[in-house]
């Protein structure tokens, strides 16, 4: 309860100790960036901490972290100083915002650590890997903080978010596994009020242009409506919960009287694994399988021609709260919320300037350039998938905002090159000590030609976004209409306009991903031959099945398109740059809130693209096909998607009119919101033990190693207490207890998970003979032979637990006859090298 009260306090301190800054940084937005100041702060403060660490300026402990947050106070005292009479004017002002704001985030955190702390485990997937990352930056003096499974090297993955971690763990002064979950339920609060902010933003837009009385009804229900978003975002999940219940009821199954045999062919027709299996009796309506929650992170189906199955992982947002993870992309969600927001700004014409460089002429000022890179870079340090889809979502707002201000002309490609560029490389400059010592395992682009989405699990997994966004993007076509606004008016849908960028995209997409096959890279060409081969067809034989599989599949295409379509429609109206004068008393709500709507065009036209991609191509990777690229695109998708589901829910409820749609549209929504929340609740029922934990609430999981295994957690909390080495102990597989001692500890171990780190550098080759080694370290009766390895890798610890025990024959007399053992109880010891 401690640790929780003191992280709110510095978090919520910090915030406030930014916004002076972020109200400077965030003019065009009617929140004034208020509810991005906790997220812009740790952005900032844990920049200038790495690279004070990583210069040598500072040290990585509590001066360091202290001296980094100078930097922030004294910009804050300036923008204070400059701006003071308006910032005082806003807190006067917006009183009701603030307070909800703020109230937002307390529950947000506090939900989340409630639901850590009934269920604090960190021994499933990669939560070990994520804690040993943690433990490894507290124990680093300097950065690029030690790789804790592989001694001698420094990390090689993107681990800003870890040091963040890190910095209010040291804060806090508390341990790894505690700081774990606390920054999971601190990520849920600042995605939370990240996404209330957006989109009580973008319902803002067009406020101050009619009565005042309207406008303050407005005002109030924009706030109200803006609680829509993290309920979208971080809280409605995908249809497969509503097909557990069903399953469960035993909806859908026949079983022969005399046989027992049950069948069902829905079920059969849906092809989603357990789901295919029969129900057990008696029938329930709560789901109860083992792992069923999993289940909904895995919908999409992949087979390839000979009928092997393919596993894809589709997440969104709860499954990671749920489940406890702490991995980079749910570590980017609130700094990929403040990217979109940068964008929003620029959109809105935020940034006005002018910045001259070698002839070349950029429309925005040096602060903004500045903060836009500063996020861009930290995205990339934090999730390296997220840079790509935030950069085209900042310079397609500028270059719109431009378009607003100018018209189109070929300029606005100058306007993409002149932004694009030298903010991506002042991205990359800002975080250039990264990048010294990261190595990846993509290599380049691979085409997708056997794997479409059904559409029948496309609609199970987008279904919950995909309802509001109809319901959104029918109502505008339906109002445009009716409005009888002129062809030439900016908000004329350009319907051939965007039905010609829709099919030519995905038309390009197919055609690439041809031209990949038939004259790519030798790499991409060998790929190619060896699935041929892998697959038992020729290229023709191949080709033909594939394009039928993809026909028969067609539905989610078409689904895409029914977004992709319309969203580029009204993106690209047939005359963009007309004013349009919404301060007139009769303006419609269409008009007075143009610039809002365009704006989510572009959230859903990305989003989109996210989408439509893995359909095609995907990123090569030691996988092999497309289940990270799906993972990571559908992720971001999320994102914005949920973003626009969001607005357009609260947009219409604002504007729509009639009794009977206002009813009918509700009951809709709030169906589909039922549905949406049925993975919450029956998860967090099953995760949780209905909140009833056996061992009673615990953010920090290393009690339960004190439990399972108190040997190896007395040995462990030994270690920790004695002077820093590296550690042997025993070599194992991935998702696995393996590596415990080095999670635990932060100290570096000879070899963790191999085939992680592998990942994370591109290949095996750094391991070398690590594994072969620890085996014989443990094995071989010979001292010189254990004495040449101790040596090699400068060992200082060898443990010796259960696991190693279990896992290797040890033959320990070695030890015995020239170590000193310096920690002994039950079956754990551990020797000291001299």
Not at 724 to 733: H, K, S, Y
Not at 802 to 821: A, D, G, Q, T, Y
Request: net charge neutral.
């Amino acid at each position: 309860m401690t640790a929780f009260i003191l992280w709110y306090l510095v978090v919520t301190l910090l915030g406030w100790l930014t916004f002076p800054l972020v109200h400077v940084l965030f003019p065009a937005l009617k929140d004034r960036g208020y509810a991005l100041a906790r997220t812009a702060g740790l952005l900032i403060w844990g920049y200038v901490f790495w690279m004070f660490v990583s210069l040598g300026f500072a040290r990585n402990d509590l001066g360091g972290i202290f001296l980094s947050l100078t930097v922030i106070v004294g910009l804050s005292i300036w923008a204070l100083y400059i701006h003071y009479s308006s910032l005082v004017i806003f807190l006067r002002t917006n009183k009701a915002l603030i307070l909800t704001t703020e109230i937002l985030f307390l529950v947000a955190f506090a939900f989340l650590a409630t639901v850590r702390a009934a269920n604090p485990e960190l021994a499933s997937t990669e939560k070990p890997m994520e804690l040993a990352f943690i433990n490894g930056i507290m124990r680093s003096e300097t950065f690029p903080p030690q790789d804790p499974w592989l001694s001698g090297y420094a990390i090689s993955y993107y681990y800003f978010g870890y040091v963040m971690t890190a910095m209010l763990a040291r804060l806090a002064n508390i341990s790894g596994s505690m700081a774990h979950n606390l920054m999971t339920s601190l990520i849920f609060a600042l995605g939370a009020v990240g996404a209330f902010g957006i989109v009580n933003n973008l319902l803002n837009i067009g406020r101050g242009q009619q009565d005042a009385d309207s406008d303050a009804k407005r005002g109030i229900s924009s706030t109200f409506y803006g609680l829509l978003a993290p309920l979208f975002l971080l809280l409605v999940s995908n249809f497969e919960t509503l097909l557990e219940v069903f399953h469960r009821l035993g909806w859908g199954w026949t079983k022969n009287a005399e046989t027992g045999e049950w069948t069902g062919a829905f079920w059969k027709w849906l092809d989603m694994k357990e789901l295919s299996q029969p129900p057990v009796e008696p029938f329930s309506w709560i789901p109860d399988r083992y792992l069923w929650w999993w289940r909904a992170s895995r919908v999409i189906q992949d087979y390839d021609m000979l009928g092997g199955h393919r596993e894809v992982i589709d997440e969104f947002p709860f499954f990671s709260f749920l489940l406890g993870d702490l991995h980079p992309h749910v570590l980017a969600i609130p700094f990929g919320l403040l990217a979109v927001s940068v964008a929003m700004n620029i959109f809105l014409g935020g940034w006005r300037g002018k910045l001259e460089t070698f002839g070349v002429r950029l429309y925005t000022n040096a602060g903004g350039f500045f903060f836009a890179a500063l996020v861009l870079g930290g995205l990339a340090f934090l999730n390296t998938w997220d840079i790509l889809i935030s950069a085209a979502l900042i310079v397609l707002a500028y270059v719109l905002w431009r378009v607003r201000e100018e018209g189109w002309s070929w300029h606005r490609l100058e306007d993409i090159l002149v932004l694009g560029l030298p903010l991506g490389v002042l991205s990359l400059v800002l975080y250039f000590p990264f990048y010294l010592g990261f190595s990846s395992q993509a290599g380049g682009i691979l085409p997708n030609f056997m794997y479409p989405t059904r559409g029948t699990h496309f609609w199970v997994m987008w279904g919950t976004l995909l309802i509001p966004i109809f319901c959104y993007l029918l109502y505008l076509a339906l109002q445009a209409r009716a409005d009888g606004l002129p062809s030439d008016s900016m908000l004329s849908p350009n319907w051939k306009l965007g039905l010609s960028l829709g099919l030519g995209f995905t038309l390009l997409l197919f055609v690439f991903t041809i031209l990949l096959g038939l004259i790519g890279s030798a790499a991409e060409k060998d790929y190619v031959a060896a699935f041929l081969a892998s697959q038992n067809m020729t290229a023709s034989q191949f080709f033909g099945a594939t394009s039928m599989r993809r026909l028969s599949y067609i539905g989610s295409l078409i689904t895409l398109l029914a977004v992709f379509i319309p969203s580029l429609a009204f993106l690209f109206p047939r005359n963009p740059e007309a004013k349009v004068d919404s301060t007139e008393s009769n303006a419609s709500p269409l008009v007075s809130s143009s610039l809002s709507l365009h704006f989510t065009f572009l959230l859903l036209a990305l989003g989109s693209i996210l989408i439509l991609a893995p359909e095609f191509v995907f990123l090569r990777d030691q996988f092999g096909y497309r289940i990270n690229t799906v993972f990571k695109f559908y992720y971001q998708a999320w994102i914005l998607w949920s973003l626009a589901a969001a607005f357009g829910v609260g947009y219409l409820l604002q504007n729509l009119h009639g009794r009977a749609v206002n009813i009918g549209f509700r009951a809709l929504i709030g169906l589909v919101i039922f549905t949406g929340l049925l993975y919450p609740v029956f998860g967090l029922m099953t995760k949780t033990d209905n909140f009833k934990p056996v061992f009673g609430y615990n953010l920090d999981d290393f009690e339960r190693i004190k439990r399972e295994n108190p040997d190896d957690a007395a040995g462990i909390a030994f270690l920790t207490s004695q002077p820093e080495g590296v550690i042997a102990e025993a070599v194992g597989g991935s998702y696995s207890y393996y590596a415990r001692v080095s999670a635990f500890t932060g100290y570096q171990t000879v070899l963790g998970w191999p085939g992680h780190e592998a990942q994370w550098r591109g290949s095996y080759e750094p391991q070398g003979t690590r594994e072969d080694d620890m085996e014989l370290l443990y094995t071989t009766p010979r001292w010189e032979e254990a004495q040449s390895i101790l040596q090699k890798y400068n060992i200082r610890y060898v443990f010796i637990g259960n696991l190693e025990r279990v896992s290797i024959p040890v033959n320990e007399e070695k030890f015995r006859l020239h170590l000193l053992p310096i920690f002994q109880q039950g079956s754990t010891i551990i020797y000291e090298v001299p």
